[in-house]
C-alpha cells in the first residue's frame, strides 16, 4: 500500500472513520458479491476498532487498523460503496423520495418557491433530488465525492440559529448503518429534529409538515437481535413521527415520516427482541 494509507489518523471524531476519503474512478469494476462482502468485511473492522478504541486498548486497536490496510483500506472500500449505491445497480435511493413527495412539490411548479432538503451522506449533486426543481438541496458528506457537497460531520453542524436555517426534508439515505454505536445512531436521530422545520418559504402560504427520509439495509430491521420493525415504530414515535411511507425490497427498507408529534422520547435499551443465531447486531438505542 501507498504512504497516503500509512498517514491515515487512527482515532475517528464522532463519525469520522465511517466514511472513506474519495476515490479515483479508474479503478477495476467489482461484482455485486465482492461489493457486499467488502463493505461487509470492512463494517466488521469499523465496528471492532471503535470498541478497542473505547476501551483504550491502542494496540489492539492498531491491529485492527493493520487489517483494514491489508483488505484495501478505505480507499478499496470507497470503490465498493461507490459501485453499491451506482446507477447500474439501482442505487439513486432519492428517486423513490422524490415520488413519494411529489404531490407535496405540485403547488410549487411554476414558482420561485422551494422545500429546503439536507441530504446527510451525500455522493452526488446529479441524484435525482438535486435535479429537482422545485427543491433546494444542501449537501454534505464526511469525505466530500466531488464540488456541490461540504465537507462536514452532521453531529459537529452548527445548531440553526433561525429556521432559515432549517430544513423541510432531511435524507439519511444509509447513513445510520455508518454510524459504529447504537447510541450514537440515537443521538443522530434527535438532532435531525433540531433542523427540521413547519416554516413556509418566504412568502409561501400553504402549510408544510417536517420529514425525515432514510434507508437502511433490510437486514438492519428484519434480522436484528435488537431491532425490529416494532420497536422501530416505538422510537420514531416517541420523537413526535408518524410513518407516511414505507417501501421493502429484498436488500433495502425505505421509511418517510413526517414530523407531527410531540417530541417526548423514551428511554430505549439496547434488549433481545428477536433471539437467534444468525441474527446480527444492529440496534438504535436512546439512554
Same mark, same amino acid.
Given at each position: /500500500?501507498?504512504?497516503?494509507?500509512?498517514?491515515?489518523?487512527?482515532?475517528?471524531?464522532?463519525?469520522?472513520?465511517?466514511?472513506? *476519503?474519495? +476515490?479515483?474512478?479508474?479503478?477495476?469494476?467489482?461484482?455485486?458479491?465482492? !461489493?457486499?462482502?467488502?463493505?461487509?468485511?470492512?463494517?466488521?473492522? @469499523?465496528? #471492532?476498532?471503535?470498541?478497542? +478504541?473505547?476501551?483504550?486498548? &491502542?494496540?489492539?486497536?492498531?491491529?485492527?487498523?493493520?487489517?483494514?490496510?491489508?483488505?484495501?483500506? @478505505?480507499?478499496?472500500?470507497?470503490? #465498493?460503496?461507490?459501485?453499491?449505491?451506482?446507477?447500474?445497480?439501482?442505487?439513486?435511493?432519492?428517486?423513490?423520495?422524490?415520488?413519494?413527495?411529489?404531490?407535496?412539490?405540485?403547488?410549487?411548479?411554476?414558482?420561485?418557491?422551494? @422545500?429546503? =432538503?439536507?441530504?446527510?451522506?451525500?455522493? %452526488? !449533486?446529479?441524484?435525482?433530488?438535486?435535479?429537482?426543481?422545485?427543491?433546494? =438541496?444542501?449537501?454534505?458528506?464526511?469525505?466530500?465525492?466531488?464540488?456541490?457537497?461540504?465537507?462536514?460531520?452532521?453531529? &459537529?453542524? *452548527?445548531?440553526?440559529?433561525?429556521? %432559515?436555517?432549517?430544513?423541510?426534508?432531511?435524507?439519511?439515505?444509509?447513513?445510520?448503518?455508518?454510524?459504529?454505536?447504537?447510541?450514537?445512531?440515537?443521538? /443522530?436521530?434527535?438532532?435531525?429534529?433540531?433542523?427540521?422545520?413547519?416554516?413556509? *418559504?418566504?412568502?409561501?402560504?400553504?402549510?408544510?409538515?417536517?420529514?425525515?427520509?432514510?434507508?437502511?439495509?433490510?437486514?438492519?430491521?428484519?434480522? %436484528?437481535?435488537?431491532?425490529?420493525?416494532?420497536?422501530?415504530?416505538?422510537?420514531?414515535?416517541? /420523537?413526535?413521527?408518524?410513518?407516511?411511507? %414505507?417501501?421493502?425490497?429484498?436488500?433495502?427498507?425505505?421509511?418517510?415520516?413526517?414530523?407531527?408529534?410531540?417530541?417526548?422520547?423514551?428511554?430505549?435499551?439496547? &434488549?433481545?427482541?428477536?433471539?437467534?443465531?444468525?441474527?446480527?447486531?444492529?440496534?438504535?438505542?436512546?439512554?
Amino acid at each position: /500500500m501507498g504512504s497516503s494509507n500509512r498517514q491515515r489518523k487512527k482515532r475517528p471524531a464522532l463519525l469520522s472513520g465511517t466514511r472513506p *476519503p474519495t +476515490v479515483q474512478a479508474k479503478h477495476a469494476a467489482l461484482s455485486s458479491k465482492a !461489493t457486499r462482502n467488502l463493505i461487509r468485511s470492512h463494517h466488521r473492522l @469499523l465496528k #471492532a476498532r471503535a470498541q478497542a +478504541v473505547q476501551a483504550g486498548d &491502542e494496540i489492539l486497536a492498531g491491529n485492527i487498523d493493520a487489517q483494514i490496510r491489508e483488505n484495501g483500506g @478505505l480507499k478499496s472500500y470507497q470503490l #465498493a460503496s461507490k459501485l453499491g449505491q451506482s446507477l447500474d445497480r439501482g442505487g439513486d435511493t432519492s428517486k423513490v423520495l422524490v415520488d413519494w413527495i411529489a404531490s407535496r412539490l405540485l403547488p410549487l411548479e411554476n414558482t420561485p418557491y422551494k @422545500l429546503r =432538503v439536507l441530504e446527510i451522506g451525500a455522493l %452526488s !449533486t446529479k441524484n435525482a433530488c438535486s435535479l429537482n426543481k422545485c427543491l433546494d =438541496v444542501t449537501r454534505i458528506d464526511l469525505n466530500s465525492q466531488e464540488p456541490g457537497i461540504l465537507k462536514q460531520d452532521f453531529m &459537529e453542524r *452548527p445548531l440553526p440559529n433561525d429556521e %432559515s436555517d432549517k430544513f423541510h426534508i432531511i435524507s439519511l439515505s444509509l447513513v445510520l448503518n455508518y454510524v459504529p454505536d447504537a447510541a450514537g445512531r440515537g443521538e /443522530m436521530l434527535k438532532r435531525c429534529i433540531s433542523f427540521m422545520t413547519k416554516s413556509s *418559504p418566504s412568502g409561501y402560504s400553504l402549510p408544510i409538515t417536517p420529514s425525515l427520509f432514510f434507508v437502511l439495509p433490510v437486514a438492519c430491521v428484519t434480522n %436484528s437481535r435488537y431491532l425490529t420493525e416494532s420497536r422501530l415504530q416505538d422510537i420514531m414515535s416517541s /420523537m413526535g413521527f408518524v410513518l407516511a411511507k %414505507s417501501k421493502q425490497t429484498s436488500k433495502l427498507i425505505f421509511q418517510l415520516w413526517d414530523h407531527d408529534g410531540d417530541y417526548k422520547p423514551n428511554a430505549f435499551k439496547k &434488549e433481545t427482541l428477536n433471539p437467534g443465531k444468525t441474527r446480527n447486531n444492529f440496534a438504535i438505542i436512546f439512554k
